[in-house]
């Protein structure tokens, strides 16, 4: 019962952008509300999933009852746990302080849209049991951060939304070959069959060996790894702060650094 509230992740965000899209403009006050009251409510959500992880090493959920490797599935442990709280948190803290701050550069329904999709995009990377699935999640998290950091619409601000979005484009291009490297190698796309497949090969095995190479170039443009963050030094001061906030406090960590570790 409780693996039913993983697909509220990425369904309560979506919903809520579905919403203020619709209706954002006509309702004032609904971004501000939606904006706020989702990720607070998420907040709640992850706190009753970390309290029931205690008895249970991973709670699973399988899309439309399919399992895996047929299906799709979404997965929480301890780590996926402790990052859903802390993506929830500082979303949170974000979505608070931005509220009047963002209205000097575009209309709040506007951002606060976005936010709410790249929050469902970061909630299906984390949550996601499918390494496809995790590169969908990715992009979508992905693009809507690259319109953020667009928001100033000032020479620079634009320059660095679109070095930001090419070097991105880049980096999932690597994941991409990666993903389909090792799914010609596996023939499966859920990561815990996948590492039962790699587990039965023999050590050394060289497309694993390739693709690893291959998502550690991907991830770390995401993170803005050395020597791939030419992207970040223009991306950061050039965004305005909430939308700074998104990208240090959650969006490296998410895309990136989660990322990689959870492959890996």
């Known amino acids: 019962m409780i693996g039913k509230l993983l697909p509220l992740f990425v369904v309560i965000p979506l919903g809520g952008a579905f919403f203020i899209t ?5 309702i004032k006050s609904l971004p501000e509300i939606l904006g706020i009251f989702v990720p607070l409510f998420l907040c709640f959500i992850s706190t009753f999933v970390l309290w ?13 009852g399919w399992q895996p490797p047929f299906g799709i599935s979404l997965v929480s442990d301890g780590l996926t746990t402790f990052m859903l709280m802390i993506v929830h948190i500082v979303a ?6 931005s509220h009047a701050y963002i ?15 790249m929050l469902s995009g970061m909630n299906g990377v984390l949550i996601t049991g499918d390494l496809f699935n995790l590169f969908v999640f990715m992009e979508i998290a992905s693009l809507a951060a690259c319109v953020l950091v667009a928001f100033g619409t000032e020479r620079h601000e634009l320059e660095a939304a679109f070095k930001y979005g090419v070097m991105n484009t880049v980096g999932a291009l690597f994941i991409l ?30 497309v694993v060996i390739f693709s ?15 020597p791939f963050h030419a992207w970040l ?14 990208l240090s406090g959650l969006i490296i960590k998410c895309l990136g650094i989660y990322s990689l570790f959870r492959i890996l």
Do not use: Q
């Open 22 to 26: 619709a209706f954002g403009r006509k």
């Open 52 to 64: 029931s992880s205690y008895s249970h090493s991973a709670i699973l959920h399988f899309i439309g």
């Open 92 to 97: 949170s803290c974000i979505a608070v302080y």
């Open 103 to 117: 209205k000097k550069y575009t209309s709040p329904w506007i951002f606060f849209t976005l936010f709410l999709i």
């Open 177 to 206: 070959i990666g993903i389909t490297l090792l799914y010609s190698e596996t023939s499966t796309l859920n990561m815990a069959d996948m590492a039962n497949v790699i587990a039965g090969k023999e050590a050394g095995n060289r």
């Open 212 to 226: 690893s190479l291959l998502f550690l170039m991907g991830f770390g443009l995401k993170m803005a790894l050395v």
């Open 233 to 246: 030094p223009d991306a950061h001061p050039s965004a305005p702060a909430p939308i700074s906030a998104l």
